[in-house]
């Protein structure tokens, strides 16, 4: 499908004046937090569930900070280790794009920049960023935003959804400094998710129609990996930020449309066994590299490679237990996750995770719901 022609010779003036001043983002951000100001006291919780099982058991900012912000290493052809990360550089390009994108924008080209990153114009792979902007940022972004503010005002945390926005602009700036390495020209990937899209899925999850719709039609939750931190050398190792939603097929909802995304896109079944517990399984695609783009004026950009990949699952109400996955990503061609309480109740019970890549190498840990994050061990291949 060929891209839909959108001529801007100049930006357009609502997404200009939104783009000019990313204090309007801060804007934006209490203007999420508001809305919550007429129910605080109803304590409904959408997403956050206190399980004492499964990834549910797992969840917590931690958590949520080294699976988002570290995420987009299950891609990226270099090991995550502390000293692979450019961190004075790529923050501090990752920061001027975000405070002065205009200029980054005009140099990319607005036209360009409207039709790969903000409106759905085409199918094209190379064209076509919008939709992990939209998926990612917006949906699994807003949702994660919704869940830790839940996380933090369940064990009565002070300004509970100020943190969760916090939290969340955090993890996505690691992630956005992951992605830079020492890439010292101009950043556009950062814009729209940072400016544009995230800041979207905090208006969109603040309001309870939108939160109770991706919760209970959709069934959404957060299925992300077990994290663990590895010491020699020290590293993040097992991230992956992920999704999962399911649409029931019937009333008693024992037959369900699976689709789980993250670095990847799967659909499939997702079969009830009984009243708690599911086994979905499903197919589809994985991100295994990036592809650069032309650069313009300076600014480069990138699209993603993708493969084969299926995965089975385990799941006890809606918080994983149990996955088992195959893709063609040579950093995570097989991925296992037991997570904790899927053989006992005890607090003291550990989940397991192995990944094994493409050439051998090896990454095992575990995890433990009184640790905020596992620990993990690395073997490359010899």
């Given amino acids: 499908m060929t891209a839909l022609n959108v001529s801007f010779s100049h930006p357009p003036p609502a997404l200009k004046i939104f783009l000019f001043c990313p204090r309007s983002v801060i804007f934006l951000f209490?203007?999420?937090?508001?809305?919550?100001?007429?129910?605080?006291?109803?304590?409904?919780?959408?997403?956050?569930?206190?399980?004492?099982?499964?990834?549910?058991?797992?969840?917590?900012?931690?958590?949520?900070?080294?699976?988002?912000?570290?995420?987009?290493?299950?891609?990226?052809?270099?090991?995550?280790?502390?000293?692979?990360?450019?961190?004075?550089?790529?923050?501090?390009?990752?920061?001027?794009?975000?405070?002065?994108?205009?200029?980054?924008?005009?140099?990319?080209?607005?036209?360009?920049?409207?039709?790969?990153?903000?409106?759905?114009?085409?199918?094209?792979?190379?064209?076509?960023?919008?939709?992990?902007?939209?998926?990612?940022?917006?949906?699994?972004?807003?949702?994660?935003?919704?869940?830790?503010?839940?996380?933090?005002?369940?064990?009565?945390?002070?300004?509970?959804?100020?943190?969760?926005?916090?939290?969340?602009?955090?993890?996505?700036?690691?992630?956005?400094?992951?992605?830079?390495?020492?890439?010292?020209?101009?950043?556009?990937?950062?814009?729209?998710?940072?400016?544009?899209?995230?800041?979207?899925?905090?208006?969109?999850?603040?309001?309870?129609?939108?939160?109770?719709?991706f919760s209970s039609t959709l069934q959404m939750n957060d299925w992300s990996e077990q994290t663990g931190l590895s010491f020699a050398p020290f590293a993040v190792r097992n991230a992956g930020q992920n999704f999962v939603m399911k649409l029931a097929l019937n009333r008693n909802r024992s037959t369900n449309i699976f689709f789980h995304f993250g670095e990847f896109a799967l659909l499939g079944l997702s079969l009830k066994t009984n009243s708690e517990y599911a086994v979905s399984f499903g197919g589809g695609f994985a991100s295994t590299g990036v592809k650069d783009l032309p650069t313009i004026n300076g600014v480069p950009s990138n699209t993603v490679i993708s493969g084969p990949m299926a995965g089975i699952y385990y799941d006890r109400n809606n918080s994983l237990l149990a996955s088992v996955v195959y893709s063609a990503n040579q950093n995570t061609r097989f991925r296992m996750n037991l997570f904790p309480g899927l053989l006992s109740s005890s607090e003291y019970c550990p989940g397991i995770f192995l990944t094994i890549s493409g050439n051998g190498s090896t990454t095992a840990g575990l995890t433990m719901r009184i640790l905020p994050v596992g620990l993990s061990f690395f073997s490359p291949h010899k």
């Fill in 30 to 213: 209490f203007l999420a937090v508001s809305s919550y100001a007429l129910h605080a006291q109803e304590k409904q919780y959408y997403f956050f569930h206190p399980y004492t099982y499964g990834s549910d058991a797992l969840y917590n900012p931690v958590s949520l900070l080294t699976d988002g912000g570290f995420d987009s290493y299950q891609i990226l052809d270099r090991q995550p280790t502390w000293n692979n990360i450019e961190w004075n550089i790529a923050a501090t390009n990752v920061w001027r794009s975000l405070i002065s994108p205009l200029p980054v924008i005009s140099a990319f080209g607005w036209k360009r920049f409207i039709r790969q990153e903000i409106i759905p114009s085409s199918f094209n792979i190379n064209d076509a960023q919008y939709a992990p902007n939209i998926a990612l940022h917006t949906i699994g972004g807003g949702m994660e935003y919704r869940k830790i503010s839940e996380w933090y005002d369940y064990y009565d945390v002070p300004l509970p959804y100020i943190c969760g926005i916090a939290t969340c602009v955090a993890y996505e700036f690691i992630n956005e400094v992951v992605e830079n390495g020492p890439q010292t020209s101009p950043n556009e990937d950062c814009i729209p998710d940072v400016l544009i899209f995230q800041p979207l899925g905090f208006i969109l999850f603040s309001f309870d129609g939108a939160a109770e719709f």
